[in-house]
């Protein structure tokens, strides 16, 4: 985010470009992810890297009939994993529905994959297949995290422990290769299906096979597959998924080879999950609208995005710090929208315990103080998700706290009704961001900049727990409050 009377002079290391689908001549590999963790030296990596301090719950059941090896080639011998039985019944449930899918929604005959599904890892001694060339090394493949070509109709996965794959499912489990899978069973289904000959931007293909693999996860999760149930933890890991494998912040989305936002990506996802594969086959016609993710200005290219915490070291004597702009501009949209003055000061703790009489938690490290009107939050925690997630994830705990006051104005609360809360912090966040609805009479220059909502959303994750049956209808309501303001809520 930025504001216009606090320029920092924090220079940031460079963005990184976009690491994209690699395309030579007609082979053309969908890769899932954007770009590289192991040669990324753009700070969102480390807002990647600390998305889910949390444990996965079991909460999956799956047959056990299936070995891994019976359905995925392993190459060389391979230790055996807890998460093989999770991964071998859902490629087997990912094959079945992408022949169905072919089927009900394309009209197509109902097969599977002519190739095989590859598992690489850095010790895997027969090669994995190249898509157009002779062989694909396995220092590619981390950086894809998997890919489908449709040259020969395979998938390789990285199996490996060291890649994103290897963290997110040592976090969550075999959960997330399963969603992974999903996504290139999408691009799968796109290529019977004629969509990868369309020439389309890539975000639009991708867009889609988000779309597909939460069509799947919602196959899933709602008990219709005879081969595994995932709950809500299977939701929430998807969701992670998307978010670690999103565009660096500063990426045009719309650029080759981009992927989109983690806005763009779960929404993409959500649609699948809620309505199907169906609902997916209408995005290349109809494609959901994108979030702007380059720099408008290379002041906040510079500073990557995020606004100085607290002017410490800051040159400029007009610095302001970060909550105090922020709670200076919820203030303004809060009383221009109500027509009534809406006063409240952020202040940081160093420990929310005893801080007034009249404490209420809003939610994790924040809270309010109503009688005083003040806006209390855990600076220490604080400045670890500053400085490890970017300054959006204060952000959208104080827009939390500012719906809180406004809802406990309507005798409701954030506790008590967290969906339009969260829509509320979308409808603010949608004012700074794109601003199309903006109040004429507004004067903070307060502006969200390329990976904000992104780090709402990450906030928003941190915020719930494995198994979470909630935490998609509030990703899905604050998603509504962005795109559409405050009447979606
Ligand atoms: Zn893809």
New binding site residues.
């Given amino acids: 985010m930025t504001a216009r009377t606090c320029r920092t002079a924090i220079a940031l290391a460079s963005v990184v470009g976009l690491t994209s689908c690699a395309q030579s001549g007609r082979v053309t590999i ?3 992810s954007a770009s590289a963790p192991a040669t990324t030296t753009s700070t969102t990596i480390a807002t990647d890297t600390t998305v889910t301090p949390t444990t996965s719950a079991p909460v999956s059941e799956f047959v056990d009939e299936f070995r891994l090896g019976d359905v995925v080639d392993l190459g060389s011998p391979r230790t055996p994993t807890d998460d093989d039985g999770l991964v071998a019944a859902a490629v087997a449930d990912i094959s079945s529905w992408s022949a169905e899918v072919l089927g009900s929604v394309f009209d197509l005959p109902q097969s599977v994959l002519n190739g095989e599904i590859y598992a690489g890892r850095p010790e895997r001694t027969t090669s994995l297949p190249g898509c157009g060339s002779p062989s694909t090394d396995y220092s590619d493949l981390v950086e894809y995290v998997a890919l489908y070509c449709p040259v020969d109709e395979f998938v390789i996965y990285d199996d490996g422990p060291d890649g994103l794959l290897g963290s997110l499912v040592a976090e969550h489990g075999g959960t997330s290769i399963a969603v992974v899978l999903a ?2 069973f999408g ?1 799968f289904i796109q290529d019977r299906a004629g969509i990868l000959d369309l020439d389309l931007p890539t975000v639009t293909t ?1 867009q889609q ?1 988000d779309c597909f693999a939460g069509a799947w996860m919602g196959r899933v999760t709602s008990g219709a597959s005879p081969m595994l149930t995932l709950g809500g933890d299977g939701v929430r890991t998807g969701l992670i998924a998307l978010v670690q494998v999103r565009d660096p912040a500063g990426v045009d989305t719309m650029s080759p080879g981009g992927h989109g936002t983690a806005f763009d990506r779960v929404g993409a996802y959500q649609l699948g999950f809620e309505e199907g594969a169906a609902a997916c086959a209408t995005l290349i016609d109809d494609p959901l609208p994108l979030m702007p993710n380059a720099y408008l200005s290379y002041d906040d290219y510079l500073r990557g995005g995020d606004a100085s915490y607290d002017c410490a070291g800051e040159p400029n004597p007009d610095c302001r710090a970060s909550w105090e702009f922020l709670g200076d501009d919820l203030n303004e949209f809060w009383t221009l929208i109500l027509g009534d003055t809406i006063d409240l000061a952020a202040l940081p703790v160093d420990n929310l315990e005893g801080v007034c009489p009249d404490f209420r938690a809003v939610d994790g490290p924040i809270g309010r103080c109503p009688s005083s009107g003040l806006v209390v939050f855990d600076e220490p925690e604080i400045l670890d998700l500053y400085s490890s997630s970017g300054d959006f994830t204060l952000g959208y705990l104080l827009g939390l706290a500012w719906a809180d006051a406004v809802l406990g104005r309507q005798g409701s609360s954030a506790a008590t009704d967290r969906l339009r809360a969260d829509c509320l912090v979308g409808a603010w966040v949608d004012d700074i961001t794109l601003g199309l609805r903006r109040d004429q009479r507004r004067i903070s220059t307060v502006a969200s900049s390329p990976g904000d909502p992104d780090e709402a959303i990450t906030m928003l994750i941190r915020l719930s727990d494995p198994g979470d049956e909630m935490l998609f209808d509030r990703v899905g309501a604050f998603r509504a409050g962005v795109l559409s303001g405050r009447t979606a809520c």
């Fill in positions: 969908v890769s899932s996504h290139e691009h991708e096979a």
